[in-house]
């Protein structure tokens, strides 16, 4: 029987100045942790933790694609601060708990890789998967997401905000002050429709996160990596 799969998730404070204090960045990392609990509950193999600098929890491995809405609400309800995010995908050791759980195993590998590729990159999300080729498609993805969702402005940020809890266009001017055609106007600059076509594909890439296998392209390439080391 295979093991079962598991989506470990990091976030790592940016540095900022305002929040050089020890205790203020200790604050935020747990406010953030207790957002992510209260919203993703239902979906948590293990609660989110304010661990040092980072934030860390395990997402059941088919719901995987919420880290696209993960990053979304942390963006959204923590700006201005920013985060660094991770995501990987395989076994654990140990027993997994909700409150307590080893943060070590091939998910953990992966997520702590995953991390370490964000301060490489001028992306803030990176992922590793079982399949290597869903892990360069799925991070090429992420690449257009957070470039999209970084040139987000304030004003964007308060109307994708409403939109994303359903509000109409005419509820969302009359709740911010403004008129419906600059309510439409921030969305078409933030290119909220195109942003959001980009994490739908996102999401159909995620769902295949949940079976451990390689694709043939992997296989292909697995398969050569052997021919050459034959050779050599």
Partial sequence: MPPTLYAAVK?????????????????????TATLLNNYFQPFLAGKFFADGTEIKGVL????????????????????????????????????????TY???????TRVNRALKDTANSSTDIAVRLPSPFLTRTVNTLFAI???????????????IKLVRHGRTQVEMAELLGVTQA?????????????????????????????????????LKKEQKNKEASKRS
């Fill in 145 to 159: 997401e957070s470039d999209l969702r970084n040139n987000w402005s304030k004003a964007h940020r308060e109307a």
């Fill in 60 to 99: 059941k491995v088919q719901e995987a694609p919420r880290i696209v809405q993960l990053i979304q609400l942390t963006d959204l309800e923590m700006d201005p601060l920013r985060f660094a995010y991770a995501l990987g995908v395989g076994s654990v050791n140990g027993k997994q708990e909700m409150d």
């Fill in 102 to 108: 080893e943060d070590s195993g091939p998910a953990w």
């Fill in 11 to 31: 976030l790592r404070l940016k540095k900022r100045r305002s929040l050089s204090p020890e205790g203020v960045a200790t604050d935020v990392l747990q406010e």
């Fill in 182 to 218: 600059a309510i439409s106007q921030r969305l078409k600059h933030a290119r909220w429709d195109r942003y959001l076509e980009v994490c739908a594909v996102i999401d159909e890439f995620l769902t295949q996160a949940r079976w451990k296998m390689l694709l043939p392209w992997d």
